[in-house]
């Protein structure tokens, strides 16, 4: 009897072990094709983090392919050990066996197998402790993606038709590990610009909205991983605002109001910024609060349809 008070601080205690394992297929509409256009449904996963042990992660991931998207976008950090190679071949390959065209590019963990942070330095945006020499063959991973129908968008631009649309596609390598390079694939998109890339540092959003572009998405921030009601994530891992650390948010363009002036304002016209919490974590931080795993159904839309 004496034990029933308890019980509530138990459940509470135990709720960030349990999250990690309740995943959910969130949907948002996004108002960025022409009056009279036909939707686009695109279909981002993100931070899948697989380990050998992480069957039942990829066989939801799996189960996606019965929302038949037009098209799949993976914004890295897929996997944290060589032995999810096959779990993470498998997985991706269902979201593809029918044709649907899928982009990923890599994010800082593809290349490095976990390591223990500095909970100081995490709390303060620092992460992982930084390593020099990659550990994982991620070449090895990217050969086998591209064997199962995916298309590795990194330091590429990429256009195709989607769903009648004309869509540029174009992806960067890890802005968190500074690896990215927007000049290499800077310009206006063709048709419909999606950018991708897998940490949502301010520095490329700015590139993106600069040249364009209706669409960003990201991951790397898992949404927080820890949010407070009435405070939300309290951190996102890299210069991102905290409000914007999950969801869908408008991205800002940046106008310099004098030719040649040093002088910039940022614009709220920029497109949109969607940032995915992901599906795993660290072995490390296998917790999460308020923040429950997500893939979400994009729905891109006329601007109309949700005035």
Sequence with gaps: MRLRPLLPLAALVAWP?????????????????????????????????????????????RRLAFERPDLVVST??????????????????????????????PGNNDFFTPA????SDYLRGGGEPVRRRPDLPWQAAVEALE????????????????????VTLTGTADGHLRRD?????????EGLGIGVTHTPVRRLLRRFAADGYALVLAGHTHGGQLRLPGMGALITNCDLERARARGLTRNRRPVDPRPGGPRMQELADGGWLHVSAGLGTSP????????????????????????
């Design 17 to 61: 072990l349990v999250e990690p394992h309740l995943p959910v297929l969130r949907r948002a509409r996004v108002p960025v094709l022409p009056a009279g256009s036909r939707p686009i449904r695109v279909l981002h996963v993100s931070d899948l983090h697989l380990l050998p042990r992480h069957v039942r992660r990829a066989a939801w991931v």
């Design 76 to 105: 890295g950090d897929h996997w944290s050990s060589i032995g999810a190679l096959d779990l993470l071949t498998s997985a991706l390959g269902a979201l593809t066996a029918d044709g649907t065209p899928a982009v990923f590019v």
């Design 116 to 119: 223990r942070p500095s909970f």
């Design 147 to 166: 064997g199962v129908g995916w298309t590795d968008l990194t330091q590429r631009r990429l256009t195709l038709t989607v769903a009648g649309h004309r």
């Design 181 to 189: 390079r927007y000049r290499e694939v800077a310009g206006p998109a």
């Design 284 to 307: 490390y931080a296998p917790v999460r609060l308020c923040c429950r795993p997500e893939a979400t159904l994009l729905e891109l839309v006329p601007v109309k349809a949700v005035r």
